[in-house]
T-cell receptor
Framework: GENVEQHPSTLSVQEGDSAVIKCTYS??????FPWYKQELGKGPQLIID?????GEKKDQRIAVTLNKTAKHFSLHITETQPEDSAVYFC??????????FGQGTTLQVKP | KAGVTQTPRYLIKTRGQQVTLSCSPI?????VSWYQQTPGQGLQFLFE???????NKGNFPGRFSGRQFSNSRSEMNVSTLELGDSALYLC?????????????FGEGSRLTVL
């Protein structure tokens, strides 16, 4: 079936530390893996994405890694800041044309 | 460029009633997807419409339905409301669909069923 597991569900870090969120997916045909950030009272917003022909992608303090063999991908945020506090969702495309989301990770960055 | 607009933002209904939610996508976007968000369950896919046709459907009962108009605006309807339908309903638009590129989300319609 189509499933994306995301861990941890909550994550608390000190400002300046790194944060890592991990996801696993079940559909071997998945080829698109976006990450969305949802701030309080707002809809999710794309922060970074990666496609299956790439193993790693970086954008300033944010990076995503993909291991297709193990069917898992991770979001890395370095030098965290209070404004990084939000709910983060990973997602994976399915061979049926859907985008399947993980359960979300609530990240708290303490000043 | 205007973003995705969802109306109403908040609504309260009682069990057994029905509700209609509306979504206006970004101009030029042909794909509109609907998601249900509840605590601990993440974003559950309801359905996707593309050029007025339902292109994909999630695992929700038939009480949940939707449609898309020729101007790409979309509506979703939930009939015979249950307490468990209380959630934030999010609409997202895109050029070709979220499985290939960026989804642009609205701020959601928060439904409370009493």
């Amino acid at each position: 079936g189509e499933n994306v597991e995301q861990h941890p569900s909550t994550l608390s870090v000190q400002e300046g530390d790194s944060a890592v969120i991990k996801c696993t997916y079940s559909d071997s045909a998945s080829n698109y893996f976006p990450w969305y950030k949802q701030e309080l009272g707002k809809g999710p917003q794309l922060i970074i994405d990666i496609r299956s022909n790439v193993g790693e992608k970086k954008d300033q303090r944010i990076a995503v890694t993909l291991n297709k063999t193990a069917k898992h991908f991770s979001l890395h945020i370095t030098e965290t800041q209070p404004e990084d506090s939000a709910v983060y969702f990973c997602a994976a495309s399915s061979n049926t044309g859907k985008l399947i989301f993980g359960q979300g990770t609530t990240l708290q960055v303490k000043p | 460029k205007a973003g995705v607009t969802q109306t109403p933002r908040y609504l309260i209904k009682t069990r057994g009633q029905q509700v209609t939610l509306s979504c206006s996508p970004i101009s030029g976007h042909r794909s509109v997807s609907w998601y249900q968000q509840t605590p601990g369950q993440g974003l559950q896919f309801l359905f996707e419409y593309f050029s007025e046709t339902q292109r994909n459907k999630g695992n929700f009962p038939g009480r949940f339905s939707g449609r898309q108009f020729s101007n790409s605006r979309s509506e979703m309807n939930v009939s015979t409301l249950e307490l468990g339908d209380s959630a934030l309903y999010l609409c997202a638009s895109s050029s070709e669909g979220g499985h290939t590129g960026e989804l642009f989300f609205g701020e959601g319609s928060r439904l409370t069923v009493l």
